[in-house]
C-alpha cells in the first residue's frame, strides 16, 4: 500500500497475476500523481504485466493534471503493446472531476450543453464544506 499526502494507493489481487489491480483513495493532484506513477512502474516492473486497472471510485478529488497523466500512462501501455483501463463503480461524483472556477449544477441537473456545472454569479466558486 502507498500512501502520499492525501492518496492512499492498495494493490488488489489478480487471480490471473496478468493485470496490476491498483484501487485508489482519497486525492489524485499534482502532489500526489507521481506516488501513483511509482505505484503502475513498480506494479509491472519485472513480472511480465503489461497491463493495469485502476480503481478511482474512492478519490473525491482529481485535476487535470492528473488527467493528463493518466493519458499518458495509457499512451505508454498502448505503445508496448499493454493496456490502461479505469475502473468506477458509479458513485464516482461530478465534483471529484471538475474544471477549476465551477460550481456543481443542482442535483437532478445539468445546463444547456451538459456539463456538470458553470461559474458561479460572483466569480471562482467558493470550496465545498466535506458533507
Avoid: W, Y
Wanted: glycine share 10%; charged share 20%.
Amino acid at each position: 500500500m502507498g500512501v502520499c499526502a492525501q492518496l492512499v494507493i492498495r494493490d488488489v489481487p489478480d487471480a490471473e497475476d496478468r493485470t496490476a489491480v491498483l484501487r485508489l483513495f482519497g486525492e489524485l493532484h499534482r502532489d500526489t500523481v507521481q506516488d501513483l506513477c511509482s505505484r503502475v512502474t513498480a506494479a509491472l516492473s519485472g513480472g511480465g504485466r503489461r497491463s493495469v486497472v485502476i480503481d478511482v471510485s474512492s478519490l473525491t478529488k482529481c485535476d487535470t493534471a492528473s488527467l493528463f497523466t493518466l493519458l499518458g500512462i495509457h499512451q505508454a501501455l498502448q505503445s508496448i503493446g499493454g493496456s490502461l483501463r479505469l475502473v468506477t463503480d458509479g458513485r464516482l461524483s461530478h465534483h471529484a472531476i471538475r474544471p477549476p472556477g465551477t460550481v456543481p449544477a443542482p442535483a437532478g441537473q445539468r445546463n444547456s450543453n451538459n456539463t456538470p456545472g458553470r461559474p458561479g454569479p460572483h466569480g471562482p466558486a467558493a470550496p465545498e464544506s466535506p458533507e
